[in-house]
């Protein structure tokens, strides 16, 4: 499947794409956080430090420690996704 900004769904395309981007960014430091969150944990990763603006972003802060969006991201890169709060982060208020 392809691209398709502004489609109806995510494609596969499109997952496998921002997948990457994601784990392509600091891609060592985020194997240790996969492996080892206790001792290595989400927040040592830019991808949560720039949405929480506990590092300088150009889109500010996006993230409140502890919010749906800020939960379901940090879950996931512990190994245990709240689908919960990523359900709820999903919907457009
Ligand atoms: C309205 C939403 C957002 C806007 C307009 C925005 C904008 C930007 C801009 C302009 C930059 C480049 C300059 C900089 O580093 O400050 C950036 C970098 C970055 N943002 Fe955002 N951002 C948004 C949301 C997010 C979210 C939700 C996340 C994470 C879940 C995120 C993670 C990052 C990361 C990790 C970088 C650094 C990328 C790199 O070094 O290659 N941003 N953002």
Same mark, same amino acid.
């Given at each position: #499947?392809?691209?398709? *900004? @502004? @489609? *109806?769904? %995510? %494609?596969?395309?499109?997952? %496998?794409?921002?997948?990457?981007? =994601? ?10 956080? =996969? ?5 290595? !944990? *989400?927040?040592? $990763? $830019? &991808?949560?430090?720039?949405?929480? +603006? #506990? ?6 802060? &996006?993230? &409140?420690? @502890? ?11 512990? @190994?245990?996704?709240?689908? +919960?709060?990523? #359900? %709820? +982060?999903?919907? =457009? !208020?």
């Amino acid at each position: #499947m392809q691209n398709s *900004p @502004g @489609g *109806p769904g %995510t %494609t596969e395309t499109e997952f %496998t794409a921002n997948f990457q981007s =994601v784990v392509g960014l600091e891609p060592e430091q985020t194997s240790r956080v =996969v492996n080892d969150p206790t001792n290595n !944990p *989400p927040q040592t $990763l $830019l &991808i949560v430090k720039k949405p929480r +603006a #506990m590092e300088r972003h150009k889109g500010g802060q &996006i993230f &409140i420690i @502890g919010d749906d969006a800020d939960r379901c991201l940090t879950s996931w890169l512990s @190994g245990a996704t709240d689908t +919960a709060s990523c #359900m %709820t +982060a999903l919907q =457009v !208020p």
